[in-house]
């Protein structure tokens, strides 16, 4: 089956970095998906990862090792508004999204 | 560039009545339309996958006949709750997929239904 598999929920704090992390099974792979999302809004994307490597964006990276079948989201200085869910999603050999249950963020100052 | 948008983004209907939400592709043709449904605290479940001038694709446990999906152009997607009830209360989310992108899904910005 297909599976995305990412924390719940974590804290950090303010200025700070943190680390997001997310597997993957699909049937087939097409590349990966961040997308983040606050409460009561639609996700907004974030990356695209389809090659193994660090992709870096502004205070944002996002890493991928596909033998791993592995991905994470790198978030630096940290603001209070980064609070937010971030989504994994993981697009198999139909060019599908299968989506992870989202990571929620808590920054505390 | 890539533009979704959502009608109504809030609506609250009576038990029994049917409600009626537009998915619109602004500046680009969107092929591929999916629908969302999204509980409190929850994350993103697919309701059903759209391709302009087929019939939907719907995930398993999804009721075609309560959840009427057309596509009748590149542009634009509804969703109609048939016979609503209180637990379909939710955030309705649609996303776009067009001809020239990745994968991305190009999402609008979501629509609260309140059935009371």
């Known amino acids: 089956g297909q599976n995305i598999d990412q924390p719940t929920e974590m804290t950090a704090t303010e200025g700070a970095i943190v680390q997001i992390n997310c597997t993957y099974q699909?049937?087939?792979?097409?590349?990966l998906f961040w997308y983040q999302q606050h409460a009561g809004e639609a996700p907004t994307f974030l990356s695209y990862n389809v090659l193994d490597g660090l992709e870096e964006k502004g205070r944002f990276s996002s890493f991928l090792s596909r033998s791993k079948g592995y991905s994470y989201l790198l978030l630096k200085e940290l603001q209070m508004k980064d609070s937010a869910s971030y989504l994994c999603a993981g697009v198999d050999s139909n060019y599908q999204l299968i989506w992870g249950a989202g990571t929620k963020l808590i920054i505390k100052p | 560039g890539a533009v979704v948008s959502q009608h109504p983004s809030r609506v609250i209907c009576k038990s029994g009545t049917s409600v009626k939400i537009e998915c619109r592709s602004l500046?680009?043709?969107?092929?591929?339309m999916f629908w969302y449904r999204q509980f409190p605290k929850q994350s993103l479940m697919l309701m059903a996958t759209?391709?302009?001038?087929?019939?939907?694709?719907?995930e398993q446990g999804v009721e075609k006949d309560k959840f009427l999906i057309n596509h009748a152009s590149l542009t634009l997607s509804t969703l109609t709750v048939t016979s609503a009830h209180p637990e379909d209360s939710s955030f309705y989310i649609c996303?776009?997929?067009?001809?020239?992108?990745?994968?991305?899904?190009?999402f609008g910005p979501g629509t609260r239904l309140t059935v009371t």
């Open positions: 500046d680009f043709q969107a092929t591929t």
């Open positions: 759209s391709n302009e001038g087929s019939k939907a694709t719907y």
């Open positions: 699909t049937s087939g792979f097409n590349g």
């Open positions: 996303s776009a997929r067009g001809l020239l992108s990745s994968y991305e899904q190009y």
